[in-house]
């Protein structure tokens, strides 16, 4: 059993449940809470599932001699603690293999050296291709023979990572050991990376429909919702069954909710009006051909435009491809031609099905091919028709069926 | 046609609605009812316009905007004085938020502003945003393209249909057994406008927004919520990232799916509370509008049916009932025709079977993506406070409970047990199909929550 002491001024609500006869304290006054170890206990509880939670939600990678190469200085041995010799320029490059990875999820970075590494210098680089250089990082020294490196902040980490590498300069031929290299999400970064990762504005794109999810991984850890989700229930429950009374007398349960929910919007409200903005920026003012030629689509409208007036009435027209996204644009945009397009293919019916005045517009990539001079057409079933080209371009073509 | 046609065209319809709903809807004087009047009518008045579009293209008529216009408009003047009778908004007495305290007006002006941001917000996005998502232009709006093009109603039929119509009487798209609902009203807001515009196609959107959240609110007024309680969860609905999308990015039917069913859920609350044939009217006729917008419509309009069981039978016949259904359901599985489609599906396309791999993925689609917020967590705490309710309260939330519960059942059962795990794998359904449930989802907490308060409160 414990004392809390508080001091209640007018209109205090106490977030502790008071002995009846002082539940309903109005005026000043100065009033002692027993609070019983159980529901602390229980509180603990909550909390702790929620950072035994957080911290099972990340992992870490570690290098040892064996996992590295070193094409710049040698390595001594292949086993172990990596223990290299730095060039006659005083040079080592380790390269650390990340495949297998999520490297947004990870975003601490440290290596632990022995004492004869301190008067080297040590630095991490990443390439976005094998070979060339996309940023570098110098790992601070924080403490005996211990460096790091934060790279949660830095906005080119981890953007298409090709691979990692450490850089090591120093003396000449200095040998240096290091313990640990070690690539992990620290608790806390991993609580303030979904953070982070929110307050990037991304633009709508053709998940978006789908799913919400502002993180580049979210599935991998424990995202801000989740997180958000762990505190609104602990902190519930225990209202509903350990709760002062005042406080799960009002409308507690919904003002936690809203006051968790407000901190969750405010970030989707920021990639909402950035989205919105976005949009108007791009499209606003603009006549509805504008719009369209200023969108994603504007290939496909103007082969829309290019093929339709070849499509006369009374002529079917296939759309043939094996980009279901391309199939699907053009057609949208050629309709009200009659038109097929069938996702997922195949690019077209039977060759039976087909008459004489009907059209075909491939679009790469496409199965069908055209032999010889242009006059046949061959599907991947080895079926040919003869066909005369109305019109073409870099990636399409129109075929007119002779039968 | 002008932005006035727009606004008469959806105006007449929905007052319609608003006047056929008046008269289903009881009680007459109740907080909440001029709310839940235009949502529930606006609602109405969509599937309004579908109706009478679909006849009058069936019927031969050719396409334009102003002969249209002007049916409507002798539809609303021959229904007005025969339903105005019903229409009792006067009498309703809505609780003026000055007489709530400080804190609860300082909650309340946050909240509304919040949602006023977020209509903004998405109606720029709607306004200045083509016909986007994939779906959009294979499935739904490839449909009122032609229509309106052609002016006259034809036919999607299945591609071997379509091949051998030697006539070209008919169309073909990606999905052209898809309802109609959602196509019709592009085609209709068209023809209002003039012309096709690829972003003011999509003004339904908009509207069904507003109507789902004016619906909501009057619905948790009605219910007995307060006045910070149904402004609350309104932004909590307004607020949802995946509804916004839906909205800002429109051209899918999922959001019109969440809205109707709302609505069928809210009409059997009503029902349950206030039991007449009227009532039952209503339920019936929200439930009907479900298949017509999506075809798993015609499961969560199923979903209700448990609900109407409680609402009908005491409650140890209404569980024996469910229970021999769920046997009778089960034991159908296997003599049911493999190749025989309902709502656009057959046994055999769905390939039963258990899929583990998809548990993780809704579970994580629901709790810890960004599509919700809270919601679902929100949901785990009402659960538990509905369990410490006292007794009255606790059972007459049950029937919408056990609605719920058999809806995610079936939404359960559909990622792990069909072809669909595939979508939630991927995550490329399972969260927009959720948001059919959503809404009520939300209300049914809503209701949990305001209940726990009000019992706490008591006596303060």
């Known amino acids: 059993m414990s004392l809390f002491r508080t001091s209640c001024s007018k209109d205090c609500r106490s977030w502790l449940r008071p002995v009846p006869e002082l539940s309903r304290t109005h005026g000043e006054g100065r009033s002692s809470y027993p609070v019983t170890g159980s529901r602390t206990a229980v509180l603990v509880c909550c909390l702790l599932g929620l950072l035994i939670g957080a911290q099972s939600a990340h992992s870490a990678q570690h290098w040892d001699s064996s996992s590295v190469r070193v094409p710049v200085g040698s390595k001594v041995t292949d086993q172990g603690p990596l223990e290299l010799v730095l060039d006659s320029t005083g040079n080592a490059v380790i390269e650390l293999p990340t495949l297998g990875l999520h490297l947004d999820s990870l975003n601490r970075f440290a290596v632990s050296a022995s004492s004869s590494a301190d008067e080297v210098e040590i630095s991490l680089a990443w390439w976005i291709v094998e070979g060339i250089e996309l940023a570098t990082v110098p790992l601070v020294r924080s403490g005996q023979g211990t460096y790091h490196a934060q790279l949660a902040t830095n906005s080119d980490w981890p953007e298409t990572i090709g691979a990692i590498a450490l850089r090591v300069t120093g003396p000449p031929t200095t040998r240096v050991v290091l313990d640990d290299i070690r690539l992990d999400g620290s608790f806390l970064l991993n609580i303030t990376g979904p953070f982070a990762d929110r307050l990037r504005p991304q633009p709508l794109g053709h998940d978006s429909i789908n799913v919400t999810s502002l993180q580049s991984d979210s599935t991998q850890r424990l995202s801000l919702i989740g997180v958000l989700s762990m505190i609104f229930l602990s902190g519930g429950l225990y209202m509903v069954f350990f709760g002062p009374g005042r406080l799960t007398r009002g409308a507690a349960p919904m003002f936690l909710l809203l006051l968790i929910w407000l901190f969750a919007d405010s970030l989707w409200l920021y990639q909402l009006q950035y989205r919105s903005l976005n949009s108007v920026s791009l499209f606003g003012g603009l006549s509805t051909r504008d719009k369209l030629l200023a969108s994603s689509d504007r290939r496909f409208v103007e082969l829309a435009d290019a093929v339709a007036p070849l499509v006369p009435d009374g002529s079917r027209l296939f759309v043939a491809t094996q980009s279901d996204f391309g199939g699907m644009r053009a057609a949208y945009y050629l309709y009200p031609r009659n038109l097929y397009w069938k996702r997922g293919g195949p690019e077209l019916p039977p060759a039976e099905r087909l008459r004489s005045t009907d059209r075909i517009l491939l679009i790469a990539p496409s199965e069908l091919k055209l032999l010889g001079s242009g006059d046949e057409l061959i599907k991947p079933d080895g079926e040919i028709l003869p066909v005369k080209i109305l019109w073409s371009d870099n990636s399409a073509l129109l075929v007119e069926v002779l039968k | ?460």
């Open chain 2, 1 to 460: 046609m002008s932005v006035l046609a727009v606004a008469l065209g959806y105006l007449l319809p929905c007052w319609v609605g608003v006047l056929i709903v008046a008269r289903l809807l009881p009680p007459e004087h109740a907080p909440g009812r001029l709310p839940l009047l235009a949502g529930a009518g606006g609602l109405l008045g969509m599937m309004l316009v579908i109706a009478v579009t679909w006849a009058w293209g069936r019927a031969g008529f050719a396409y334009r905007g102003l002969p249209m216009l002007g049916a409507w408009s002798l539809i609303a003047v021959a229904t007005t004085p025969w339903l105005r009778k019903y229409l009792q908004i006067m009498g309703t007495t809505p609780v003026s938020p000055r007489q709530a305290s400080w804190h609860h007006r300082s909650v309340l002006a946050i909240v509304i502003m919040l949602i006023g941001v977020h209509v903004v917000l998405v109606t720029l996005d709607l306004i200045s945003n083509p016909v986007f998502p994939w779906d959009a232009t294979s499935a739904w709006a490839t449909k009122a393209r032609v229509w309106y093009a052609l002016g006259e109603w034809v036919p999607f039929v299945e591609k071997d249909l379509w091949l051998a119509d030697s006539k070209l009487a008919s169309y073909t798209d990606h999905m052209p057994n898809y309802p109609i609902f959602t196509p019709l009203l592009q085609l209709w807001t068209a023809l209002l406008l003039g012309s096709w515009d690829p972003s003011l196609v999509n003004l339904p959107w908009l509207l069904c927004f507003l109507c789902l959240l004016s619906l909501f609110y009057g619905g948790a007024r009605m219910a007995g919520a307060d006045v910070v309680h149904g402004a609350v969860f309104t932004f909590f609905l307004a607020s949802l990232p995946l509804l916004n999308t839906h909205v800002a990015f429109a051209g899918y039917a999922d959001l019109f799916m969440g809205a109707y069913w709302l609505a069928a859920v809210q009409a059997l609350f009503w029902w349950y509370r206030f039991p007449s044939r009227a009532s039952l009217a209503c339920v019936l006729l929200f439930a009907a509008i479900c298949p017509l917008v999506k075809n798993e419509g015609l499961f969560w309009a199923a979903a209700l049916v448990p609900g109407v069981l409680m609402a009908a039978l005491s409650r140890g016949r209404a569980y024996a009932l469910l229970a021999l259904g769920a046997g009778v359901a089960g034991a159908l599985l296997w003599v049911f025709p493999r190749d025989l489609e309902v709502a656009g599906h057959s046994l055999s396309q769905l390939g039963l079977a258990f899929r583990a791999e998809a548990f993780m993925p809704i579970l994580t689609s629901l709790f810890n993506l960004s599509s919700w917020h809270l919601l679902f967590s929100a949901f785990l705490l009402a659960l538990v406070l509905w369990s410490r309710l006292e007794r009255g309260n606790r059972n007459s939330l049950e029937p919408l409970l056990v609605v719920l519960l058999c809806a995610y059942g079936l939404f359960f059962v559909l990622f792990l047990f069909t072809g669909y795990a595939g979508g939630a794998v991927r995550f490329t359904a399972v969260s927009r199909i959720t948001i059919a449930l959503v809404p009520a989802t939300l209300f049914w907490t809503m209701l949990v929550f305001s209940a726990w308060h009000s019992e706490r409160s008591r006596g303060d």
